[in-house]
């Protein structure tokens, strides 16, 4: 059994803290990474060969293997999580930057 259907047989909750965790776990990678090469974390995916690539993506790859190899096993489903949890991170980040105004009459 691979681990996404592992997860697909777990109640909705334990899947949604599942979600949560590995969300958690590649924006504290995507951190370290960006701290480390001085490099935006990005992903690629390449239509011909049908698969996911990039450094950060090699990164991540690495990391798990190292802590969590069950999770390293599914490049498909890790590249697209990837790609949504580094998508949903830079809207928030766009959403709350374009809200904030700085008061400069202080100064």
């Not at 490049?75 to 809200?99: E, H, N, P, V, Y």
Request: proline fraction near 5%.
């Amino acid at each position: 059994m691979t681990a996404s259907e592992a997860r697909k047989q777990l109640p909705a909750r334990e899947a949604d803290f599942h979600r949560s965790a590995l969300k958690t776990l590649i924006l504290s990678l995507a951190g370290i990474y960006q701290g480390m090469s001085g490099r935006e974390p990005g992903i690629s995916f390449s239509p011909s060969s049908r698969a996911y690539d990039g450094p950060f993506f090699r990164f991540v790859i690495a990391c798990l293997l190292v802590y969590r190899p069950q999770e390293a096993k599914n490049r498909q489903a890790l590249g697209k999580s990837i790609q949504r949890f580094l998508k949903d991170a830079r809207t928030t980040m766009d959403k709350s930057s374009s809200q904030e105004t700085v008061d400069l009459s202080i100064l």
